[in-house]
């Protein structure tokens, strides 16, 4: 604000009024000096006393007048300035209060006792609610159920703090709710936080669609391992068992002396091709429904699984396992099978070598798998953009316990797969059928 550069009109008045006094004073006291002059110097020394008294009251008057209407002036100048300032807040106030009401969002409007003073019409869709009814209630009485580290939140952005969160969880009687939110002050001219705004945005429908697009995963796996199981089992006890007649029935016509040379030397060909088969399928069997997990645990399993693999595609496998936790969860069990299942097929077929390490291993905090080769080895920046079905299926697999995938490889320089699940991740896991 400017200070006046004139003078107010009581001051001059007051000034010319003190030098009237004092002018009228003097003349008075010059008349009477002449005549006291005549008749008594005596007394003329006296009363220039008293002149001198008259015009020393009138100077004090008149600095007494002026300093009052210099604090007069000063106080009609701060009281305009305090009307302009708060003229100027109530304003600050009222458009942050238009703001609040027309944002296209969930926004309250709170003072220092955390009283409504606006809020949108978005606030008051999301929470049912009606804006006539909020406005100088309290926050709190209005949601009795708040927990109390929000209330934490509130004093702490009342002292100055904002503060936010991408996704927290509300429990309330009639269910979960999940908010995205910020607090932050509002301040007055003075940089004093007058209240708080919170800014919502419900985020329940969105949990709840990634929570059901998370399970597709876990559904497709638990229907892949039903139907491994199933099929499994029809190889064993069915297929398996007829191939096995067939080929009792073989033998008893090779070994019968009416069947001529050549004829009886092709039926032990085939025979044999029957046989080829029936271990083919059996190991086939064994892959898509291992019961040595359930019966000879995870170790015992893997160790047998590497050995029939080595035999049938004509590898060494060394495996090692030590330190392993006891039981291990058979949906850990199952997921570990899984992956050492894939990963050797990948590396019998792509790695170019005949030798292959398995390490399966625990701490006190995870069990960890690897498997590694010293083949051709590949492009691990190419293979992000080129994943196939199986990387994908061990990496969905391992997510569902909680686990991770990783993969070191360069060309010709081998490639090792990790996976790793940890210990407290067994009452998350899937149930997996079989």
């Known amino acids: 604000m400017k200070t006046d550069s004139k003078r107010s009109p009581h001051f001059w008045s007051g000034t010319l009024k003190s030098l009237a006094v004092g002018l009228c004073v003097f003349c008075l006291g010059s008349v009477l000096a002449g005549w006291l002059t005549v008749h008594n110097v005596h007394g003329y020394l006296a009363f220039l006393d008293d002149v001198v008294a008259g015009l ?8 007494y007048e002026r300093g009052r209407q210099r604090a007069f002036d000063k106080l009609r100048g701060s009281e305009r300035i305090l009307e302009e300032r708060t003229t100027l807040l109530q304003t600050r106030e009222e458009l942050l209060r238009i703001f609040v009401k027309h944002v296209p969002a969930a926004v309250a409007m709170l003072d220092r006792d955390m009283r409504y003073l606006q809020v949108s019409d978005r606030w008051c869709v999301e929470f049912s609610l009606d804006s006539s ?5 309290s926050h709190y009485e209005i949601f009795p159920d708040l927990p109390d580290r929000w209330k934490q939140f509130h004093r702490r952005a009342l002292e100055g703090e904002t503060l936010r969160a991408e996704e927290d969880r509300w429990d309330r009687e009639g269910g979960t709710t999940w908010l995205r939110w910020e607090i932050r002050p509002w301040q007055n001219l003075d940089g004093v936080p007058g209240g708080i705004l919170i800014f919502s945005e419900d985020t329940t429908r969105r949990k709840q ?6 399970e597709i995963p876990r559904k497709l796996i638990e229907a892949q391992e039903q139907e491994r199981t199933r099929i ?11 191939l096995a007649l067939l080929a009792v029935e073989l033998q008893q016509l090779h070994e019968n002396s009416l069947i001529l040379p050549d004829v009886r030397s092709r039926m032990g060909e085939l025979q044999k091709q029957i046989s080829g088969i029936a271990a083919d399928i059996q190991s086939l069997s064994h892959e898509l429904h291992s019961a040595k997990l359930q019966y000879l645990g995870i170790a015992g399993a893997m160790r047998g699984f590497c050995r029939e693999f080595g035999e049938q595609q004509n590898v060494e496998i060394d495996f090692q396992t030590h330190d392993l936790p006891s039981p ?7 997921c570990f ?8 097929h990948n590396s019998a077929k792509y790695s170019g070598v005949r030798h292959f390490e398995v390490r399966l291993w625990g701490t006190s905090d995870e069990i960890c798998l690897t498997i590694g080769d010293s083949g051709v080895g590949f492009d691990r920046e190419g293979a992000k953009t080129s994943r196939g079905l199986g990387l994908i299926s061990m990496e969905e697999r391992l997510k569902l316990v909680k686990g991770t995938l990783s993969i070191e490889s360069q060309p010709k320089r081998g490639t090792t797969i990790h996976a790793r699940v940890p210990l407290n991740s067994e009452s998350d896991c899937m149930s997996a059928a079989g």
Do not use: K, M, T, W
């Not at 020393?56 to 600095?63: K, T």
């Not at 499994?232 to 007829?242: E, K, T, Y």
């Not at 099978?337 to 050797?344: G, I, K, N, W």
């Open 337 to 344: 099978f899984r992956v050492l299942q894939e990963a050797l």
């Open 133 to 137: 009814q909020l406005l100088g209630r």
């Open 232 to 242: 499994g089992r029809d190889l064993h006890d069915d297929i398996g068992q007829r």
């Open 209 to 214: 669609i990634e929570e059901s697009l998370s």
């Open 56 to 63: 020393f009251a009138g100077l004090l008057v008149l600095l």
């Open 328 to 334: 291990v969860s058979p949906d850990i069990a199952l």
